[in-house]
């Protein structure tokens, strides 16, 4: 039997340790939270808590441009009070007045609301949810669920760096689940820094994990890794993972990837590129299959200390040290003895 063979039936008895089971365990809301209706086709429901921060905050802007203002909003807050918000379509404007950046509301008592969101095909692309209008971060936000027309990205950065997409639910620090009935397309920091993230739900699996996607983030024991084609830079990056990850049809792994994270085995049996610092300060590697693989970035796997098990391609081309510091493995590929 094969390496990546091997490794795959090792992964099925691993989840046992991960899932607690022979499937991993979904996590569920506490029985005392209010239950978050599904969302419709142009629908977006959210569980929040309001305590110390009052205020709720959500940005909606045209899937295809990226421009906010454009077409129309309704809003039920959850406490009684529902606010419609017009906008025009791309085709009316200037002569036609467009709606504002952001839709607010501030509660006057503390607790939990569902906050209901209905837009329409110039106001799907749910760009930003979080506490206030120009705070990078969120603690009222508990669960998100998002219907199958809701976008969560748009059109590419532009040449001036703007960020065109930017990260959708990322810094809410106490959200728990999130899920997401349409395109699993998602942003740069699309969920980094949700602390607390411990399910996502998508309709059809990640093929690509943009730069610092779920970097910080606890990787919930549902995800699945199975169709990642490309990570972009800290896609992982200090994330909390499952101790074996298979990624059967990832071709690129990009720099820092996978910095300062703790899994332990890894298996890429299509990866043909590793960048630099990919997997740098992974103490608890100990295993890495991408038998294919032909560059290796500088510093790739430097102080991964535990790793003794390295396959790459016989012509891999290795960049400055890339084992550094890896006191575990020998002989090195690369044939460094640092």
Known sequence: MGFATGFAAGLAVGKKKWGGGTTPEIWQPPSDWLEVPEPGEWE?????????????????????????????????WGDGIVETYEGCSPDDWPQTTRRSDFHSHTYSEQGQYIVKVLTDKFSSFLHRVKDGNYIGH????????TGKNICLVNVPDDPSGWRASDGTFGYNFRLRWVKINGSS???????????????????????????????????PKNFDFSKIQKIGELGFGQAVLPPKIVLPECTEIGKRAFNVCEEEEVSAPKCVKIADYAFSSNRYLKTISAPLCTNAGGYSFEVCNSLETA????????????????????????????
């Not at 569980?47 to 129309?72: A, H, M, Q, W």
């Open 44 to 76: 977006a429901n959210f569980l929040i808590e309001i305590r110390n921060v009052p205020t709720f905050y959500l940005s909606l802007y045209d899937p295809k441009t990226g421009y906010t203002g454009y077409g129309n909003v309704t809003v039920d």
């Open 138 to 145: 969120g603690t009222n936000l508990l669960i998100a669920k």
């Open 185 to 219: 397309q998602m942003q740069k920091y699309g969920l980094t820094n949700c602390t607390s993230l411990k399910r996502l739900d998508l309709a059809e699996p990640m093929i690509e994990v943009p730069e610092r996607c779920f970097s910080i983030t606890p990787i």
């Open 311 to 338: 396959e790459f391609a016989d012509d891999c081309v290795y960049g400055t040290n890339c084992f550094y510091n890896c006191f575990s493995l020998y002989p090195r590929p690369d044939g460094s003895t640092n």
